[in-house]
């Protein structure tokens, strides 16, 4: 069973940054795929960035250029650096890997 933890959360002001990590534990696979998700209240849940066990990303429109994920598969861990933050971008960010999720951190930005 594996298990996902979030960090890094928190209340910034636009303009901002925070990084995320998710760190995995138990039977994590490191060629798995991991991304990052999040919803805002009243609204789906959403795909923000993902990356291959290679290091391919993809990420949401409305997070290029502004967000980067990476991932240091050794320490079974997926980051995302949040710049130019948008009190838009607030929301509870969720890291997942198939078919697992975190339980969430909450992103809240000011403007």
């Known amino acids: 069973q594996v298990e996902l933890v979030e960090s890094g959360g928190g209340l910034v002001q636009a303009g901002g940054s925070l990084r995320l990590s998710c760190e995995a534990a138990g039977r994590f696979f490191r060629f798995n795929a991991m991304a990052w998700y999040r919803q805002a209240p009243g609204k789906q849940r959403e795909l923000v960035a993902s990356i291959t066990s290679a290091g391919s990303t993809n990420y949401a429109d409305s997070v290029k250029g502004r967000f980067t994920i990476s991932r240091d598969s050794a320490k079974k861990r997926v980051y995302l650096q949040m710049s130019s933050l948008k009190p838009e971008d607030t929301a509870r960010y969720y890291c997942?890997?198939?078919?697992?999720w975190g339980q969430g951190t909450q992103v809240t930005v000011s403007s």
């Open positions: 997942y890997s198939q078919p697992t």
